[in-house]
């Protein structure tokens, strides 16, 4: 497998696992919907807040999804305290870094395969509409150029980022990211009530610029 060749240390021993249910996914969900693996990773890596190592059954990378295949007996009726809590955690974490969660049962692959396509049909669809609305509003030059230097960076954005790449002052930088968020484009991370330091784009905004590029 392609993946296995390019995986180290923990990642690697998740891929050399008993994979059927990742398969299973992959053959009744994600091949029959997308016709490619392009942008799929399979035990996708990440890290919690507290520095926990998690991983990810399927990553799909173009709408941030996060696919997950669950065996009854191994994730209902086995599962320990710590385990159950260890998935709680998780389930957090997907939801920090801005991944839409999408579990399916080894049952429902089996015996509603159609149900189990036909939801990432709808979320390809409500994805696709919301983008090609959001390409028929103007953003600011401001907002274009702040989405475009999130996209590079390996790490959540900061509000001096904005000011480097817009090279201008904390209240425009400031304004510049409220509006972004209010536009569900950037989401603030943190465990500030009142101020947040770093912020990560929302699946929305890549979307965004994939559309923009298009017209």
Not at 103 to 127: H, M, N, T, V
Request: charged share 25%.
């Amino acid at each position: 497998m392609q993946q296995r060749e390019s995986a180290t240390g923990q990642r690697l021993e998740m891929l050399n696992r008993d994979l059927t249910g990742t398969k299973k996914l992959l053959e009744v969900v994600v091949w029959a919907v997308l016709k490619s693996f392009e942008g799929v990773t399979l035990e996708y890596e990440m890290v919690s807040s507290t520095g926990v190592k998690a991983y990810i059954d399927v990553h799909y990378a173009p709408l941030d999804v996060a696919f997950e295949c669950d065996g009854f007996v191994a994730h209902s009726e086995k599962i320990t305290r710590d385990r159950f809590d260890f998935e709680k955690t998780r389930v957090r974490t997907m939801a920090l870094i801005g991944l839409t969660y999408k579990p399916y049962s080894k049952d429902q692959l089996d015996k509603q395969p159609d149900a189990c396509r036909r939801s990432f049909f709808e979320l390809i669809g409500q994805r696709s509409s919301l983008a090609g609305s959001l390409a028929m509003e103007q953003l600011s030059v401001y907002e274009r150029e702040v989405i475009r230097y999130a996209l590079q960076l390996m790490r959540p954005l900061r509000i001096s980022d904005v000011n480097y790449t817009l090279q201008c002052k904390y209240d425009l930088s400031h304004k510049v990211i409220y509006q972004l968020i209010n536009k569900r484009l950037l989401k603030p991370i943190g465990t500030g009530s009142k101020r947040y330091h770093e912020y990560i784009l929302l699946p929305l905004a890549k979307e965004y610029l994939v559309q923009r590029n298009r017209i």
